[in-house]
């Protein structure tokens, strides 16, 4: 099992940034990716940005240039760098664990963003 902890949602007025963190705990062996999805009110869970063991990284177009995923001192630990934010990110924002056997996920944080 892996144990995940997300912090540093708020409120932040547009054109803010948050920075979120996420530790992984556990079996973090065989995590081979680390990444963050957000669900808005009403909406489905999207996928936002994600960091590999290698260290590479993707991002969905729409936060592409704004939003930075990065490894916090250890490889179990990440966090999502948000700039330039709009009120269209407000979300729960969830922290994923992907190993060979599955995925895991945090109980998430909510970012505001308003006026």
């Known amino acids: 099992q892996v144990q995940l902890e997300e912090s540093g949602g708020g409120l932040v007025q547009p054109g803010g940034s948050l920075r979120l963190s996420c530790a992984a705990s556990?079996?973090?062996?065989?995590?081979?990716?680390m990444g963050w999805y957000r669900q808005a009110p009403g909406k489905g869970r999207d996928w936002v940005a994600r960091?590999?063991?290698?260290?590479?990284?993707d991002y969905a177009g729409s936060v592409k240039g704004r939003f930075t995923i990065s490894r916090e001192n250890t490889k179990s630990a990440v966090a999502l760098q948000m700039n330039s934010l709009k009120p269209e990110a407000t979300a729960v924002y969830y922290c994923?664990?992907?190993?060979?056997?599955?995925?895991?996920w945090g109980q998430g944080t909510q970012v505001t963003v308003s006026s």
């Open positions: 556990g079996s973090i062996a065989d995590i081979v990716a």
């Open positions: 994923n664990a992907r190993r060979p056997r599955g995925d895991y």
């Open positions: 960091i590999f063991s290698d260290s590479s990284t």
